[in-house]
């Protein structure tokens, strides 16, 4: 075993005898003098008490039964009121005296030895106290590591949340169109993100994007990308010059072959002209007071997976009264008890049954939906979801 493990860990006799710590000193002398054991001494359980306050390393009490003012099975009733699992206590008595040492034992004893004491006995029992205490000390360490890493992630969480928009109406002054979107994260932090943003009184800017990946680095890379979106999209350039800009960013900044599905979108509303570029996402769909139909794919791919590709953007007109529904996987990927994908066929027939629903029913129906189809599953992935619905003016 290694003896510098010992180190940081007291080792407390309490006996009455005051010739104990002399012998014990003697001999266990070398193990003193290496820095093995490093032992305090008290003469009766209040003592040792005292002697707990004064050196809060203490690990491993070997204690006397029978000792004046307070005696050892108090002592033990005592200490564990403390509820201290690092602390571990040797009882010490006669071989006779086997009822007190059963006592001792149920009241949390970890182990027992007779007099006279053999101390080989002696050492044998500190070592293995000891690396019960160390076992202890490691698992309470590591279980402190995960409280601050599960604070961490709610604290990431919140700050995810944050900067997603999530006041709606976002708008409400304006009349010609109105947004409403939601995310559920799968774990603490996700990987999906929505945006929109206004470019001038006539234009507004929208996204929903899913970060390959899970957890903290897709949470990061999830904010990366929505931040430069937004700051170039801003700027009111072309959706495909935005997507080009955007992916070779995003290719240079990328670790672990991290990347991100896209659908950018650029509304007028003055004409209802929708100009848009999907980069690798799942194809909206355009609800119309007859029936529903995929918006066209773009031939994009991924974000920040080959630099210098060349986006190209499509164009089409939404009439007063259409809602663009925008989603990410997790929706049609989302699983039931059976096995079975929640799929488009399931979404699609979901939104032709709700095509005279507003956009902010629509998307509080889909997420009860597939809340209640996957019941009793745990979230495999994030679910996104934004519902645009154009008015004209």
């Given amino acids: 075993m290694n003896e510098d493990t010992f180190k940081n860990v007291k080792i407390m006799v309490v006996d009455d005898e005051v010739d104990l710590e002399p012998l014990v000193k003697q001999k266990f002398r070398r193990q003193i003098r290496d820095s093995v054991y490093d032992f305090v001494f008290a003469h009766n359980g209040l003592e040792a008490l005292s002697k707990l306050i004064e050196y809060p390393e203490i690990g491993i009490i070997l204690s006397d039964i029978n000792m004046p003012e307070m005696d050892g099975l108090t002592l033990l ?10 602390l571990k206590t040797v ?16 009241r949390g004893a970890f182990d027992f030895l007779t007099k006279p004491i053999n101390f080989e006995d002696l050492e044998i029992t500190i070592n293995k106290t000891m690396d019960e205490i160390l076992q202890v000390r490691r698992g309470l360490e590591e279980h402190d590591q995960l409280i601050s890493i599960q604070h961490d992630l709610l604290t990431a969480r919140e700050i995810q949340q944050a900067i997603l928009p999530k006041n709606f109406p976002p708008f409400p002054d304006r009349k010609d169109f109105d947004i409403f979107a ?13 945006d929109f943003f206004m470019i001038d009184n006539d234009r507004i800017g929208f996204v929903i994007g899913d970060v390959s990946g899970k957890g903290v680095p897709a949470a990061i ?21 935005c997507m080009n800009y955007v992916n070779n960013l995003l290719c240079n900044e990328s670790v672990a072959s991290m990347f991100v599905t896209v659908f950018y979108g650029i509304l007028n509303t003055a004409n209802g002209e929708l100009e848009f570029v999907n980069a690798g996402h799942n194809p909206p769909y355009l609800i119309t007071p007859a029936g529903i139909k995929s918006v066209e794919l773009t031939k994009g791919t991924v974000l920040g997976g080959i630099e210098h590709f060349n986006y190209r953007s499509l164009k089409m007109t939404m009439a007063p009264g259409d809602i663009l529904y ?32 507003d956009h902010t029913q629509i998307v509080k129906t889909v997420l009860s939906e597939v809340a209640a189809f996957a019941t009793g599953i745990p979230p ?14």
Avoid: H, Q, W
Wanted: proline share 2%; hydrophobic share 40%.
């Fill in 77 to 86: 009733m005592k200490l564990k009121e403390l509820k201290n699992p690092g």
């Fill in 380 to 393: 495999s992935d994030d679910i996104t979801m934004m519902a645009i619905r154009y008015s004209g003016r």
């Fill in 326 to 357: 925008l989603y990410t996987d997790g929706v049609t990927e989302a699983f039931n008890r059976n096995g079975e994908l929640y799929g488009d066929e399931r979404l699609e027939a979901l939104l032709n049954a709700n095509l005279r629903s």
């Fill in 91 to 106: 009882v010490v008595s006669a071989y006779g005296d086997m009822d007190n040492i059963r006592t001792a034992m149920n």
């Fill in 182 to 194: 939601a995310m559920n994260a799968a774990k603490e932090v996700g990987g999906d993100f929505y």
């Fill in 221 to 241: 890379f999830m904010a990366v990308s929505r931040t430069i979106i937004r700051a170039t999209g801003i700027k009111g350039i072309p959706a495909d010059e």
